[in-house]
């Protein structure tokens, strides 16, 4: 399978860092042959995109976790000169190793993580089939998870870093907040424990200026 280097990158944003379970420090690739999904998440966040396979050669099916160091790795592999939107050719060995073809021509071998990945289809479904009041809750996200969303989210879309990108959390389910655009959608997982109280209402009037004072006799 063929995946953009770009895309990759977005979602290995919310790959697990230093985490026991180690099965999520890495990346899911999972393909049915003609559809792709690269899928990462750390247990508070989920990231993930889901293309067509650049090849149009259909391929049997597999998935398997590509660990964070080979990840890491071929996102500081260099395209060539000119080439804006590299792509990164995937495969399994005969030897079940992973495979990774590099823009820059170099390859990179690995063994897959040992380990089954989370049930992300549950989780994305849960937030969008629930029961309850249709109003949205009130919800708290960590804002380090909302950053690294929304770059990711620039990453995939081809924005730089410093373009401006104007897009807001839907909460959906339990209050999970999502961000989205085409193919690419991050999940969030809010916050627990107290929210923080509403601003004061008198926010919303001007100030008065205060009386003068008084002379006492």
Do not use: W
Not at 20 to 43: H, K, P
Request: net charge neutral; charged share 20%.
């Amino acid at each position: 399978m063929q995946v953009l280097q770009k895309d990759l990158k977005a979602v290995s944003l919310a790959m697990a860092v230093k985490d026991i379970r180690y099965y999520l420090q890495g990346v899911l690739f999972e393909s049915n042959g003609a559809l792709t999904r690269l899928v990462a998440t750390d247990g508070h966040r989920l990231h993930i995109v889901q293309t067509e396979d650049a090849t149009k050669a259909f391929q049997a099916p597999m998935s398997f976790i590509m660990p964070s160091d080979m990840v890491k790795n071929c996102l500081k592999a260099k395209p060539p000169r000119g080439v804006n939107d590299p792509y990164i050719g995937v495969y399994v060995n005969e030897k079940g190793q992973i495979e990774a073809n590099l823009p820059d021509g170099s390859l990179l071998v690995s063994q897959a993580i040992d380990g089954s990945f989370p049930d992300y289809c549950r989780i994305v479904d849960g937030c969008f089939n629930h029961s309850g009041n249709s109003e949205p809750e009130i919800a708290v996200y960590n804002p380090d998870y909302v950053s690294d969303a929304t770059k990711a989210m620039k990453i995939y879309m081809g924005l730089s870093e410093k373009g401006i990108l104007t897009t807001g959390i839907r909460p959906r389910g339990e209050s999970v907040g999502i961000l989205a655009h085409d193919n690419f959608a991050a999940f969030i997982m809010p916050l627990r424990g107290d929210i923080s109280p509403l601003p004061n209402p008198a926010f919303a009037k001007p100030l008065q200026s205060p009386e003068p004072l008084r002379v006492v006799a």
